[in-house]
């Protein structure tokens, strides 16, 4: 199986495997072939998010996916590369710091039900790999756009009983927050946990919207209380 | 002099529980990680924390105790194992306070599952991403306190003086920053190393991360403190055949059978692991394959209950669970043994302390419960945070290694000039197969003494060995070496003390000693640098 790697340029390898995972293969060619090849990797089933990376174009987990004859396998995008498939994810991190993407107090004697527990299932299955921050057109040209992972974050976060500050989260993410993405929903079609940052965000705008925020977009549009197509809510 | 200020190596579980309790009690707190926090084993973990809540059926702290007693064979110490369990519904409530996202039972309490060695439901579970959930959760407190987190920092050494009584005390410690390839040196009044077990000494046959290579272990033994227990490698029962990838106890707390080729069950699916992991031992070994079967669990069930189980056994097995079932074998899990650590989390260098995996508090003895794991890092975190933070307020002593700099340099140019004439990663499966064939779960003194000689040799060829990749910048083949030649010295220890624990007892079982031999071994093994191994109670 051949298999061709963006390095400084791209480097075409050939392994002797088949019906591997990408992390097996980038394994035998570093420990067989080029020492010199890098990337990361730790848990080698899906839940440590070290392994993201992009294989003709779109972003999968190293290991779990199954290589193919002729695949390209590039960095993420949107991401400085520090080397070879190995991107600097500093940025994105940073990105749930501004958002604040913590409970904001801690709590007591909140009973949570089985529909509460529900409600941010999902959300708090992120593993912070970054492929949605790769995938993102927003993130591509507006590099302080809080981003999917970390506003799925404070949806987490919103979405919960024990938080008493919902008002402050949504304050927070108004600013290169919910009214920047496109809802074009690239991110949730490249998540690897099913996650779906753009419905968040959706949900994160209505809760915006009952807290007073407006879609600061409308009014260029001459728009103002009519609801968008975006899912938004009118009033 | 830098009073107050504390460096955690590691930002799984303990070392971000470390650290935020060190914040505060009111210490400056760096955390160094050599990935990005929330990337550590922590997330691995499935099945649940352990505490006696009674929220599925009756249960009690003395339970609790019991069943950890009971699962150590003697060797754990009682009064560490009762702080560690009467702590434990709070430790739970304090997460469930700061919004871990625990599955819920249907009257709104936190919901509890069986695992293996206990009496009760005990472990409470975030569907099967509970270490997942619980380490995310902690990295956001992380960031609400603003505590800093240096990721992609290679621990080197832990750097240590000694005082006028020729004492040694811990000063900072060095790191490669793996970025840019230079040496960085942290001064601190006290380290707290959070950095993990060494199971990937059984490379491809163990189910942890590759990042699992004891690294915390081995420079906290060059600095001088002990470790005790190495010979207790714990296997876990159910590990996907061809991909050693875990699949949780929690399959078999819900019902799950163990089956061989012909379709039979052969053993009690709740016993504590040692005991699972031999039985499926013995059926291999009779040329059986072995299964996991939970089809009769159902789809919903399975979707709700365990949907990461199913997921892998798609992705890594390429079975769906709900309809086949799962070839399993069994595989290094967790390290018992580790560094040595009194009542107050503290080695024997002054000011170094350690929590996690790494550590040994004495409570899980030759054989770990499930669901301790995830509860230790959570209380002994706390109380390697609080420790190191008074430490670190009331210290007065100089911090001067200016030597030591340049020592990390030097060795990163030598190990950077070896030949590289023989291909390291090769001889890390080597060691993995041999570890696995005669250190695991079936042991006896030959096969001991053979992997020893093995051991030795692989020593002696490390002058030999080397990195191809010279380049400075983001150098993974070097990190990896020298994680090799980490697991190569603890591979040491832990054979020599497997060689001299002439007795089974827990996860350590010796086919030509098969009994424990309470007269001379109810006590935990201590090894120094030199290989000399003694008992203490």
Redesign the interface.
């Known amino acids: 199986m051949k298999i061709n790697i963006k390095r400084d340029v791209v480097v075409e390898y050939e392994v002797d495997l088949h019906n591997k995972t990408l992390l097996e293969v980038l394994n035998e060619i570093k420990t067989t072939i080029d020492s010199s090849l890098t990337f990361s990797s730790g848990c080698r089933s899906s839940v440590c998010g070290s392994c993201s990376m992009r294989v003709n174009g779109k972003e999968v987990l190293a290991c779990s996916y199954h290589a193919k004859d002729g695949d390209l396998v590039e960095p993420l995008k949107n991401s400085e590369v520090i080397r070879d498939l190995v991107v600097n994810m500093d940025r994105a991190y940073s990105f749930n710091v501004r958002a604040k993407t913590w409970q904001s107090s801690t709590a007591t004697n909140v009973s949570l039900t089985q529909e509460d527990e529900k409600i941010n299932e999902i959300q708090s299955d992120c593993i912070l790999c970054g492929s949605c921050y790769s995938a993102c057109p927003v993130y591509a040209v507006n590099g302080e756009f809080l981003g999917p992972f970390s506003l799925t974050r404070v949806w987490r976060y919103v979405s919960d009983k024990r938080e008493t500050d919902a008002k402050e989260k949504i304050d927070t993410i108004q600013t290169n927050g919910v009214w920047d993405c496109t809802l074009c929903n690239e991110c949730t079609l490249v998540c690897p946990q099913d996650i779906s940052s753009k419905a968040d965000i959706e949900k994160l705008r209505a809760r915006s919207s009952m807290a007073g925020y407006m879609d600061p977009n409308f009014g260029s549009f001459g728009g103002g209380f009519f609801s968008g197509d975006d899912g938004s809510p009118s009033f | 002099m830098m009073k107050n200020n504390i460096i955690v190596v590691g930002a799984g579980g303990a070392g971000l529980v470390a650290a935020l309790n060190a914040h505060a009690s009111g210490a400056q707190v760096i955390v160094i990680t050599k990935?990005?926090p929330?990337?550590?084993?922590t997330?691995?973990a499935q099945g649940g924390i352990n505490a006696a809540l009674s929220n599925a059926g009756e249960d009690s702290v003395e339970s609790h105790i019991q069943n950890t007693l009971k699962s150590a064979h003697g060797l754990a110490d009682e009064d560490a194992v009762r702080f560690l369990c009467e702590a434990a519904p709070e430790a739970v409530e304090?997460l469930?306070?700061?919004?871990v996202?625990?599955?819920?039972?249907?009257d709104?309490?936190i919901a509890q599952r069986t695992l293996g060695g206990a009496s009760a439901a005990r472990a409470c579970y975030?569907?099967d991403?509970t270490g997942?959930?619980i380490l995310?959760?902690l990295y956001?407190?992380c960031?609400?306190a603003g505590i800093e987190i240096l990721?992609e920092r290679y621990l080197l050494e832990c750097l240590t003086n000694k005082d006028k009584n020729s004492a040694s005390y811990v000063c900072g410690v060095s790191v490669l920053n793996k970025?840019n390839g230079e040496i960085e040196v942290y001064k601190a009044a006290s380290v707290i190393l959070a950095t993990g077990g060494y199971s990937r000494i059984f490379h491809k046959h163990s189910t942890n991360?590759?990042?699992s290579t004891g690294d915390g272990i081995a420079s906290a033994l060059r600095a001088g403190a002990r470790l005790s227990d190495m010979e207790f490698v714990q296997f876990h029962p159910t590990a996907l055949r061809s991909?050693s990838?875990?699949i949780s106890e929690s399959a078999r707390g819900a019902g799950g059978f163990l089956l061989n080729s012909k379709g039979e069950r052969f053993t009690n699916e709740l016993a504590p692991r040692d005991e699972v992991a031999r039985a499926i031992d013995e059926e291999i070994a009779k040329g059986e394959d072995v299964f996991l079967d939970i089809r009769h669990l159902g789809a919903e069930f399975i979707d709700g209950e365990l949907p990461?189980e199913r997921?892998?056994a798609k992705?890594?097995e390429n079975i769906d669970p709900v309809h086949e079932l799962i070839p399993i074998k069994s595989v290094a899990h967790y390290s018992m043994g580790g560094i040595e650590v009194d009542k107050n989390s503290s080695t024997i260098v002054e000011g170094l302390y350690a929590a996690g995996e790494c550590a040994n508090h004495k409570v899980h003895g030759a054989n770990r419960l499930g669901g301790n794991s995830l509860l230790e890092l959570v209380v002994f975190g706390k109380q390697a945070g609080e420790n190191a933070a008074k430490y670190a307020k009331g210290f007065n002593k100089e911090l001067e290694f200016s030597e030591q700099k340049s020592s990390s340099e030097k060795l990163i140019q030598e190990l950077k000039n070896l030949p590289n004439e023989i291909?390291f990663?090769?001889k890390h499966d080597l060691l993995g197969e041999i570890f696995y064939k005669n250190v695991g779960i079936r042991r006896d003194a030959l096969a001991l003494k053979d992997a020893l000689t093995e051991i030795k040799k692989l020593i002696e060829e490390l002058p030999f060995m080397g990195?191809?990749?010279k380049?400075k910048?983001?150098?993974?083949?070097l990190i990896e070496f020298i994680e090799f030649k980490n697991m190569l010295e603890l591979s040491e220890l832990t054979l020599i003390s497997a060689i001299c624990r002439d007795e089974s007892r827990g996860a350590h079982f010796r086919a030509d000693k098969p009994y424990e031999d309470n007269e001379k071994f109810r006590a935990h093994s201590i090894i120094n640098r030199d290989g000399v191994v003694s008992y203490e109670d």
């Open positions: 990935e990005y929330t990337r550590s084993q997330c691995m304090w469930d306070s700061i919004g996202p625990f599955s819920r039972t249907k709104s309490k975030a569907q991403y997942l959930k995310h959760t956001d407190r960031l609400a990721s970025r991360s590759v990042s991909s990838i875990l990461q997921k892998l992705l890594y291909n990663y090769e990195v191809g990749d380049s910048e983001c150098n993974t083949n």
